[in-house]
């Protein structure tokens, strides 16, 4: 049963150029959200994806865009990328059933280090 | 912003000593979960507790919720050297649907 996976593991990119990040949700789960981590800190929510659709968008401008596919995979776009920009993002995705996604813990994948020089 | 705030920021400890960390939260919660992060890794949910609950154990782990205070504690018990990692609290709520929100975290050494 394969858990989350993300792509690439790594990636440089230089500022004001646009970065895709992908990832395939845990088998059975039909929602996506996105985290970034910076270093020495805790996951800043970006957003989340469920039946296609933009559900919950936290406090990122919106440089910050994503898409969820109808197999549930999900890209996160970042455009004009700044130097802040550099963070380890994560995806997590849970199941909307037995309650909805509040109540379920989400499983995260090891995410894409982005490094902006 | 963070919304829930871990203490201590670091723990250092020998391994068979019990690890103690505290979270304090500042909004209403639907629940309040556990993860670990191994370094340069990605989060592993540990334990999820439910705002009408007050404690929970699996395994080693023991985990406390008081709503009055907004604050909850894990305890690990007998750690061992695989227990080195970043623990972070994370709350969801119903209004915010599946949105987690993360506080700073610890991070516990565990030396054999």
């Known amino acids: 049963d394969a858990g989350v996976t993300q792509s690439p593991t790594h990636l440089i990119k230089t500022r004001g150029q646009q970065v895709t990040l992908r990832c395939s949700p845990k088998?059975?789960?039909?929602?996506v959200s996105w985290y970034q981590q910076a270093l020495g800190q805790g996951p800043q929510f970006i957003f989340q994806y469920y039946e296609e659709e933009e559900r919950q968008r936290g406090n990122f401008p919106d440089r910050f865009s994503g898409h969820q596919f109808p197999n549930y995979s999900s890209e996160l776009n970042v455009n004009a990328l700044l130097l802040g920009d550099s963070a380890l993002y994560l995806c997590a995705s849970s199941s909307t059933t037995g309650g909805g996604p509040h109540n379920q813990p989400q499983h995260f994948g090891d995410g894409t280090r982005l490094s902006i020089l | 912003s963070q919304q829930g705030e871990e203490d201590p920021q670091a723990l250092s400890i020998q391994e068979g000593e019990n690890a103690t960390m505290n979270c304090s939260y500042k909004t209403s919660i639907n629940n309040l979960q556990w993860y670990r992060q191994n370094s340069g890794r990605g989060l592993v949910h540990l334990i999820l507790i439910r705002s009408n609950e007050r404690e929970k154990h699996s395994g080693r782990l023991r985990v406390t919720l008081d709503t009055s205070k907004k604050s909850s504690s894990l305890l690990i018990t007998a750690s061992r050297a695989a227990d080195t990692a970043s623990y972070f609290c994370?709350?969801?709520?119903?209004?915010?649907?599946?949105?987690?929100?993360f506080g700073a975290g610890t991070q516990v050494v565990v030396t054999p």
């Open positions: 088998s059975g789960h039909d929602t």
């Open positions: 994370a709350t969801g709520s119903t209004d915010s649907w599946g949105k987690l929100q």
